[in-house]
């Protein structure tokens, strides 16, 4: 038998004989028993275990892909049947050997999903299990790499424009199909583990409080069902009975409630107790939902110092955060003093104490979290084969292209040079794009580019024609974020100084301030003297300008902080802020054109650049921009008013500093400042000016200050009834 007869049985027998081990080999086992260590689990078989896994689901849909383990030894009896019919392809063997994988796998993760309740479960799955699970996932990632690498080498051009790639970059430099991949890929990593950890974490957090309020709520009802029943041995022994009842169908059971109390009758009351009361042991284990004989010899007893803490977080409140955990025993629990009312206050008897197994109390998080691992990683695999085509599909018309624009720019590097003889054949391109998107466009625009030049390379240099101008950009409508920035006390700063002195120190400071807005993913439109105007595109444009500007302002403080050391002059820092759409593109005449933004929205940032002057603020932005922060800034309403030149009022706000940073101080001035203004936008004169002296008096509130002087004013002369608070501007 020939080498290819031979292969082409093993092709097809190899498949077979593998899917039929799969079939009847063991894929998983049923839950453990937590509650009963002696419990022996059943280990699963895989023609078994659709009758096994139905009943636990309840969507019909994934009953039924269950069942389709049934097809691994439909299939394999077909891979048989191709040994004796030469007729059917590979291709057909290979995708029904993934196909028969994928199942199998699938069944595997979903019974891993299912049964999989506890560490201990995997600590007693069978060896042979593992093996089989990481065989069929090695031999589907290397069925599916092969097919990707099989797809791309049945194409000659890929072989070949990859050679002439291989030669052109000697640097050995990423590819971007590499950088492709890679950027898609890491991305994918970083949102899954980011969704992975934060879902794992907030569930963990839920079952923990849920689980901790019930026990508190227990480790209580115990207490009070003593102390309402004088501890009577029948009624508090009713309670325990009834509790191991309810506790057989608890989702989360406890391991026990025991109550333990002292021998001693001694006159203790929980109002008195402080740190030199002695308190009594603790010595009588009273009574327990479990068996004394099961019960830890240190767990039946209750030392002084033990109680002194127990005490201590009740006091505190602890007890309410957090239980005491052993790590040792893996138990975590929630006691509760025991006393009896009398009339001296409530007298200190003992202790309840509900106890849990931690292990019980995670079954539902590691569920969870078994689930949340498993479909993170199916979903990466899938979406790392994907990503593998789609660079393909994305990267291989530009490698092609890339191959024919080098060809025939060698071609024509070593006839401009000299190297070879002129001849018009060597400005041919040729365009061997067959996509039917942008790359096959500018295949075309290339060619066409390359007959041009084949027609005027007689007329004109090469290199001419490559840096000919290729025109102007034309205007059009952008949604874009203006911030505005102007130096106060700049015009006092230049007094008696020389030009070129004025010059650095205005270059300095607009240095300062340019250098933040690119670091902010802005770009700097304009200078007028000692203004400044920058805009902001993309969706964060907002919140990229308010960062900027809380930047600009910490800056410039420790510009003003280094100018009073050296006892020079002081400057600030004025800034405004607004979003919205304007006109982007060329203005101006034929003999000069400038590239800028014109509109209400780039006016209405400057006025209230502006309007900083009227209220001592330092930042001030437009309702339209408080709505895009969703609370990344502390910001409070200034005012509502109508600026010099529009008619329509805006409500606008100060921006204090971003929410991580923001101290109490910032929060009082906001919460005293924002009560004030709406009592003086009711006309409650008396009402708001309490809140705008205490904030003036106690953080030196300028905006405060200023809303003093209009109270004060309108106590005088009041306003209209119909006054709705709004404030006109009469200047820029």
Known sequence: MTFKKLSFYLFRIIPAA????????????????????????????????????????????????????????????????????????????????IAGLSIYLFCSVSSLILFANTIRWFKNLDVSIYILFAFASLSHLTLTFFGIYFYRTTNPEYEESKNIIKNIDRKHRFSIKTKLILIV????????????????????TQITQAVSDIGRAQSEQTAAVYETAEGENKKISSFFSSQKVSNGYASSPFDRIDIIISSKNAQIFMEDIDDNTELPPFDTFAYSTGKRKNVPEDELTITEAQAREYIK?????????????????????????????????????????????????????????ILVFACSIIFLYISVVLILFLADFITNPLIFLRANVHRTSDAISQTLSGHSKFSTESFSFEDTITTHDEIKELSEEIDNTF????????????STLKNADRGSSQSRSRDLCFLFTDIRGFTTLCEDRSPKDIVEILNH??????????????????FVGDEMMAFFGGPKKEYNACKAAMEIRAAMRKEQQQALQSGEDVISIGIGINTGKVVFGSVGSKSRMDFT??????????????????????????????????????????????????????RIYEILQISTE???????????????????RKQNWDKAEPFFKECAEKYNDMPSIIF?????????????????????????
Not at 33 to 58: A, G, K
Not at 514 to 525: A, H, M, R, Y
């Open 451 to 462: 007959s041009l030049v084949k027609g005027i390379v007689p007329y004109i240099s090469f």
């Open 313 to 369: 977080r009740f006091k505190t409140g602890l007890y309410l955060r957090e239980p005491i955990y052993n790590r040792a025993r893996g138990t975590c629990k929630y006691i509760y003093p025991v006393t009896l009312q009398r009339q001296a206050g409530k007298k200190l008897v003992g202790f309840s104490i509900v106890t849990y197994k931690e292990e019980t109390l995670m079954v539902p998080y590691y569920k969870i979290k």
């Open 662 to 680: 923001a101290s109490d101080k910032l929060y009082e001035i906001k919460n005293l400042f924002e009560k004030g203004l709406h009592a003086y």
């Open 597 to 650: 933004s014109i509109g209400d929205t780039v006016n209405l940032a400057a006025r209230l650049e502006g309007a900083n002057k009227a209220y001592g603020s330092k930042s001030i932005i437009t309702e339209a921009v408080y709505k895009k922060l969703k609370d990344a800034f502390v910001c409070r309403e200034l005012d509502f008013i109508t600026v010099k030149g529009k008619s329509e009022p805006v």
């Open 708 to 732: 003093l002087d209009r109270i004060k004013h309108f106590k005088k002369n009041p306003p209209d009834r119909r006054w709705d608070g709004v404030f006109v501007m009469s200047v820029k």
């Open 18 to 97: 593998v899917l039929l081990l799969l079939f009847f080999s063991p894929i998983t086992m049923e839950p453990i028993e937590i509650y009963d260590e002696t419990f022996l689990p059943t280990t699963l078989f895989s023609f078994n275990l659709p009758f096994s896994v139905s009943p636990l689901i309840q969507t019909s849909v994934f009953k039924i892909l269950d069942f389709m383990i049934y097809l691994l030894p439909l299939i394999s009896i077909f891979f048989i049947y191709t040994c004796f019919n030469k007729k059917i392809p590979y291709k057909i063997v290979y995708i029904l050997t």
């Open 185 to 204: 890929i890491g991305t994918i990593l970083v949102i899954l583990i980011t969704f992975t950890l934060l879902i794992l974490s907030g569930y963990k």
């Open 509 to 526: 400071y607009l240095d300062i301030e340019t250098e933040i807005i690119l670091n902010n993913s802005g770009d700097v439109d304009k």
